[in-house]
């Protein structure tokens, strides 16, 4: 089956669908929130004045960070192959088959093929799985044009190529092993959609916390009354996993600066200097829109920002009890120290 791009005069062919996961077919989430802002609708607000922005919301959204280069400059698809796209969706949902995380699923239904977020060891299947929200964008990213992150620069280039020089084996010791394994931070902000992927938001008169179902972080950001303040402002010197946050209100909009972050703490090869600007607007009942824009000229040629729809969800943030890497992190190393322990013995058993 053929999904004809007349603007690119493009065919996206998609190959028959070995494994699969399972998703919804849903709205395009733009259209609804203009919708609802259409007729009116006002933000809720807190008893001091303020957007409501409490509750517990969800990223299941199915677009991709950055946009497949097929689409060129293209930030939406059109009505004819938005109806596509939700019919491969479906042909993809009816098959079962493997659970697909993050970016994985848009990738799956352009080119029919399933890649496995852990190779490795085997995916979960579709069962584990929330059903998708499909939305009509092509990526995330809504600037640079193209949808995706800008080149690295030749300095971050050379700062990783250091960087995994001198990291551990992945056998050698227990820092050879990633953060997330070992129970410690997906890091900030957790952008992979489709599980565990909730968030609550509890406001306060002069604080809001945003409490993260993945690793149970919980963000606690104070608010000013103007950002040109140095209220909440950290010395250069203190470094942390999700950085330092203060946050103000613009209108219906939340808008949270964070810096000084950790340069162990990693995000998409920017270390300690990058500096992350967040904006939670509600644009309908259902919908909060979160735009985040990063920004380390020592790591890109450019900032770039991307926006995440979330959707309202009347489930609570569960306990998330990571403890597999308490007990993976023994196996793991007591059986490289055993190879090692075999090999110099000449005992292949």
Known sequence: MTCTDTTLNLKIRVKPVRRALTLLVAIALSAQASAQQANDWEAPRTPDGHPDLQGVWANNSSTPLERPEIFGDRATLSAEEFAELRRQAQEIRDSGGDALFGDGFLNAVISGEVQSYDPSTGNYDAAWMVDRNLENRTSLIIDPPNGRIPPMTEEARARLAQRNANRPGETDSYLGRPLQERCITWGMPYIMA?????????????????????????????????PEQDEFVLDDRVRLWHGASRGWYEGDTLVVETRNFSDQSLFRGAGANRLFMERYTRISEDVLQYQFTVEDPSTWERPWTAIINYTASEDPIFEYACHEGNYALMGILSGARAAERNAATGNNQ
Do not use: L
Request: hydrophobic letters at 40%.
């Open 194 to 226: 489709g599980y565990n992927s909730y968030y609550q938001i509890v406001q306060g008169s002069d604080s809001v916390a945003i409490i993260q179902e993945m690793i149970h972080d919980v963000r606690v950001i104070p608010i000013v009354d103007a």
